[in-house]
């Protein structure tokens, strides 16, 4: 993964923070448009 997917990924995770609480990089779907975060 590229740095630029890197911070997209990060801010996108931010952004969905208050959503899902228990998103991190490791179940963030970075192949997803927007980033969209799989909580098990």
Do not use: G, W
């Amino acid at each position: 993964m590229d740095n630029k997917h890197f911070l997209a990924m990060r801010k996108a995770l931010r952004s969905q923070a208050k959503r899902y609480p228990n998103c991190t990089i490791a179940n963030c779907d970075y192949n997803s448009k927007e980033y969209e975060c799989f909580v098990p």
